[in-house]
């Protein structure tokens, strides 16, 4: 540790004690500035910048805990440390309230005083890594965000292409049938990129917080209708059931349709993804009290551990478990449905034990958009 990077106030208005605190730092390498009492100590802090102040209690003018106070209200990056001869403690209580990081007693040894000294200092310098650290930290967060979303625009476009020349190749052309394998394959590999592009896309949106709603009236029932018929047809390949329970009497509510239809989307695909010769069931219902709508998604399929249970709303997280046929995903579809539904106000839930079915639950509070 840089002793001489480290900068210490001392306020003590008995000169001869200030004088030889001053001279015991400053010989272990501190920088060390000095104030005669409360007032000093006070114009000092407000024009210079200290990392450690070494105040005591009993002064003229302002005391030590007016000094702390101040230092407190203004928002002063230091660390206070209480200089006393009577110590107690309620005087004790007040100055750990006020910030303090420890007490030295009067009269001063100077091992001690050095000892609480370098503890403070090393404090200091800790605090100062954790913020490098910190800022760090987040400039590469911001520049993987931007990486994201450049090169996410940069894909959509050829990838749209090559799905649909495939498409169209499927459709239009005389084809063999390894042929026409190559490309099915072609068009899963370029769909299932072109879905992850558009989930970067939206994660560094919502991190950026350029994401809006706009918020609509909307018939919840006929929102989640569309979106079962989606996916009734792969349900209905892997032998899978999809039951809709309606039970709102007024469907409407006021919420970002195409938003909330791709959280809905995320679940029940999530659902027919995990799920074999199962049932999923979707119930639309008002909570009771203060009419919020909530929608749940429960299947019988594999389910998940007690890990991933805990993991999957978490950014970068990429919950990655196959389906029941092998199908992959990102996991960022998650990530997205919790920040859009959030945006409406509201939350999302999920229970799941690995083989025993999973259930997510998206609460919107009916005020929202209102």
Do not use: W
Request: include cysteine; charge should be negative.
């Amino acid at each position: 540790m840089q002793k001489n990077r480290i900068s210490i106030l001392i306020a003590d208005d008995e000169e001869k004690i200030l004088a030889r605190l001053e001279r015991i730092l400053a010989k272990e390498g501190y920088t060390v500035g000095t104030a005669s009492d409360g007032n000093a100590a006070l114009r000092r802090l407000a024009g210079e910048r200290y990392d450690i102040v070494l105040t005591d209690i009993n002064m003229p003018d302002r005391n030590g805990f007016e000094v702390m106070e101040f230092i407190r209200n203004e928002g002063i990056d230091t660390l206070p440390l209480v200089l006393t001869g009577y110590a107690s403690v309620e005087s004790a209580i007040r100055a750990m309230k006020l910030g303090a990081y420890d007490f030295i007693q009067k009269p001063v040894d100077a091992e001690t005083l050095k000892l609480i000294i370098y503890r403070a200092a090393e404090r200091v310098v800790l605090k100062r890594e954790n913020e490098r650290n910190m800022l760090e930290l987040r400039k590469l967060n911001d520049l993987k965000d931007e990486f994201l979303s450049v090169v996410s625009h940069d894909l959509r476009s050829p990838l749209s292409s090559i799905g649909g020349y495939a498409n169209y190749l499927l459709k239009k052309g005389q084809l063999s049938d390894t042929q026409r394998s190559y490309l099915l394959i072609i068009r899963e590999i370029a769909d299932n990129l072109y879905s992850l592009v558009n989930e970067l896309l939206d994660v560094s949106r919502i991190e950026a917080g350029v994401i809006r709603l706009t918020m609509e009236e909307s018939d919840l029932a006929d929102l989640v209708s569309t979106s079962i018929n989606n996916f009734i047809l792969l349900a209905s390949d892997k032998n899978t059931a999809i039951h809709f329970h309606n039970r709102l009497d007024d469907a409407r509510a006021v919420i970002d349709r195409m938003k909330m239809l791709q959280v809905i989307n995320n679940l029940i695909n999530n659902a027919v993804k995990f799920t074999e010769n199962g049932v999923i069931d979707v119930t639309a219902e008002r909570q009771p009290g203060d009419g919020a709508v909530i929608i749940t998604v429960r299947d019988t399929g594999t389910g998940m551990t007690s890990e991933a249970l805990r993991n999957i709303f978490e950014k970068y997280s990429f919950f990655r478990s196959e389906g029941t046929r092998g199908e992959g995903g990102t996991g960022l579809g998650l990530v997205i449905c919790k920040r859009f539904v959030e945006l409406h106000g509201g939350t999302i839930e999920a229970e799941s034990r690995e083989g025993g079915g999973s259930t997510f639950r998206i609460t919107i509070p009916q005020e929202k958009g209102k």
